[in-house]
């Protein structure tokens, strides 16, 4: 019967030294799994705020293209308008140039008599 005894606390002693191995493991596990999940939470968090600050670039980079739209907007309607001045301006400079070639025409005509 020592001999059993003896054998029962070996094999305890053995399942005793098997299960603390594996206790140990376990728990390299788990510190190993939070040191990746705070590093995890860490990347997510630094996404979040590359995504905050892209969306932040984004929303002024909009304002600005709204801006420049309307600038360019108004400047396409003051060119509408420039080009039609300069159009009647043109126009009336022609009209001005027949009348003093009629004039010198004239002039010509009384010199001449």
């Known amino acids: 019967m020592a001999a059993n005894t003896t054998e029962g606390i070996g094999e305890s002693a053995d399942t005793l030294a098997n299960l603390e191995e594996r206790i140990n493991r376990a728990v390299q596990i788990i510190n190993q799994l939070r040191s990746d999940n705070d590093h995890l939470q860490a990347k997510l968090k630094k996404a979040g705020e590359d995504i905050s600050a892209l969306q ?36 009336e400079r022609k009209q001005v140039k027949h009348r003093i070639e009629k004039l010198l025409g004239q002039l010509d005509l009384l010199s001449a008599s």
């Open 56 to 91: 932040s670039e984004r929303d002024e980079a909009h304002s600005f293209s709204e801006e420049f739209q309307r600038e360019n907007s108004a400047l396409e309607t003051k060119v509408a308008n420039l080009t039609e001045e300069l159009e009647t301006l043109r126009g």
